[in-house]
């Protein structure tokens, strides 16, 4: 190795931004190995030799490592302490002193060596360097490119590496045009035998909350929160939202003027309907305003069972229960409490006759 070798080396490590000194310290410990394969002798044992690179000119020395004793007893991997003090005046006692054992040629090996470690290693780490930059993205959004679609999966190239979207975790209907540019939800990142492997979604709820976090800075800085989102993803989510400065309208931040922040998500969504909805800690309250946009006249809950009676109007029954039940399935997962929804002519025939609801029920 020389010096236009070192500084070829050292432009590798700066395009594939890997660590330099990982590399030159593999390097070194796959010529110890060499080393012994080829010129370890009666002076030398496989515990006690090191390599060391000069990391400016490419200068290699093989030394062959002694602890300084009292009385030898292996001079394979012991030095006596009169020994050592002829080599030098500072080593004392359990020092380790280096003796040079370079060969003449192992120069020439070493070079031949050092490209093939160079050319796993930088794979090697190249890959460690993409897992742990994607592993820093798990449970955020990235931007992809559509490549392709084959049979059910959509693939995607996220710049560094590869990956699809399995059918599961696709929006019904959605299609996938050829170079379109779509943002994706990091559901997990792996580090496997062939490099990282990082599962995408489009259908998350998790992309709804990124995407929101995107758009709106006040969620983003915490003036607005979160609460829950339930999602069916390609037809509605719902999503409860809270405001922790008074001052502030959370289901306002969230729309934006005229509609606008709100609007880039349903456009990035293809048209997924957005329900914005206020959190509270009153249960009933959450609940009413989960069922939105039926309005509620009266909610009813049990703690105990978390369970929840609501009576709409006869003329919001249908609103409130959603097109095969939709509406009422995702605020039971917004709010986590089961709901069971009345009509208040059926609320009021209940009253009525009692053993109307229990001959449904059997």
Same mark, same amino acid.
């Given at each position: 190795?020389?010096?236009?070798?070192?500084?070829?080396?050292?432009?590798?490590?700066?395009?594939?931004?890997?660590?330099?000194?990982?590399?030159?310290?593999?390097?070194?410990?796959?010529?110890?190995? $060499?080393?012994?394969?080829?010129?370890?002798?009666?002076?030398?044992?496989?515990?006690?030799?090191?390599?060391?690179?000069?990391?400016?000119?490419?200068?290699?020395?093989?030394?062959?490592?002694?602890?300084?004793?009292?009385?030898?007893?292996?001079?394979?991997?012991?030095?006596?302490?009169?020994?050592?003090?002829?080599?030098?005046?500072?080593?004392?006692?359990?020092?380790?002193?280096?003796?040079?054992?370079?060969p003449k040629n192992f120069g020439r090996v070493a070079a031949q060596l050092a490209k093939g470690v160079v050319t796993q290693r930088?794979?090697?780490?190249?890959?460690? $360097?993409?897992?742990?930059?994607?592993?820093?993205?798990?449970?955020?959004?990235?931007?992809?490119?559509?490549?392709?679609?084959?049979?059910?999966?959509?693939?995607?190239?996220?710049?560094?590496?590869?990956?699809?979207?399995?059918?599961? %975790?696709?929006?019904?209907?959605?299609?996938?045009?050829?170079?379109?540019?779509?943002?994706?939800?990091?559901?997990?990142?792996k580090n496997g035998s062939k490099g990282a492997q990082i599962t995408v979604s489009r259908s998350h709820p998790g992309l709804v909350?990124?995407?929101?976090?995107?758009?709106?800075? %006040?969620?983003?800085?915490?003036?607005?929160?979160?609460?829950?989102?339930?999602?069916?993803?390609?037809?509605?989510?719902?999503?409860?939202?809270?405001?922790?400065?008074?001052?502030?309208?959370?289901?306002?931040?969230?729309?934006?003027?005229?509609?606008?922040?709100?609007?880039?998500?349903?456009?990035?969504?293809?048209?997924?309907?957005?329900?914005?909805?206020?959190?509270?800690?009153?249960? %009933?309250?959450?609940?009413? $305003?989960?069922?939105?946009?039926?309005?509620?006249?009266?909610?009813? $809950?049990?703690?105990?069972?978390?369970?929840?009676?609501?009576?709409?109007?006869?003329?919001?029954?249908?609103?409130?229960?959603?097109?095969?039940?939709?509406?009422?399935?995702?605020?039971?997962?917004?709010?986590?409490?089961?709901?069971?929804?009345?009509?208040?002519?059926?609320?009021?025939?209940?009253?009525?006759?009692?053993?109307?609801?229990?001959?449904?029920?059997?």
């Amino acid at each position: 190795m020389n010096e236009a070798f070192i500084a070829a080396l050292k432009e590798i490590v700066k395009e594939k931004g890997i660590s330099e000194e990982l590399l030159f310290t593999t390097i070194e410990d796959a010529l110890v190995a $060499a080393y012994k394969k080829n010129y370890a002798g009666p002076t030398t044992s496989a515990q006690n030799v090191k390599v060391s690179i000069n990391r400016d000119n490419g200068e290699i020395r093989v030394y062959s490592q002694k602890v300084v004793v009292e009385d030898v007893y292996d001079p394979v991997t012991e030095i006596s302490i009169e020994e050592a003090k002829a080599i030098s005046p500072r080593y004392d006692l359990d020092d380790i002193v280096d003796l040079e054992v370079t060969p003449k040629n192992f120069g020439r090996v070493a070079a031949q060596l050092a490209k093939g470690v160079v050319t796993q290693r930088i794979r090697e780490a190249e890959r460690n $360097a993409i897992y742990n930059e994607l592993k820093e993205l798990e449970y955020d959004i990235i931007t992809g490119t559509v490549l392709r679609k084959d049979k059910n999966n959509v693939f995607i190239n996220l710049g560094r590496i590869e990956t699809t979207i399995g059918p599961n %975790e696709q929006i019904p209907g959605e299609e996938y045009k050829f170079n379109e540019k779509i943002k994706l939800y990091v559901v997990e990142v792996k580090n496997g035998s062939k490099g990282a492997q990082i599962t995408v979604s489009r259908s998350h709820p998790g992309l709804v909350k990124r995407l929101f976090e995107l758009e709106v800075p %006040e969620i983003y800085n915490g003036v607005v929160e979160i609460k829950s989102i339930s999602r069916e993803a390609g037809s509605r989510s719902k999503i409860a939202v809270h405001s922790n400065d008074e001052n502030v309208d959370p289901m306002g931040a969230c729309v934006g003027p005229k509609g606008a922040r709100v609007q880039k998500i349903v456009d990035e969504l293809k048209g997924e309907k957005i329900d914005i909805i206020k959190w509270s800690k009153n249960p %009933e309250e959450f609940i009413a $305003a989960a069922l939105s946009p039926a309005k509620v006249l009266e909610v009813t $809950a049990d703690e105990e069972t978390k369970s929840a009676k609501v009576i709409v109007d006869d003329n919001q029954l249908s609103l409130a229960i959603g097109k095969e039940g939709q509406n009422v399935r995702l605020a039971a997962k917004l709010t986590n409490w089961k709901i069971d929804i009345k009509s208040k002519s059926q609320a009021e025939a209940l009253e009525e006759n009692p053993d109307i609801d229990e001959a449904v029920e059997e």
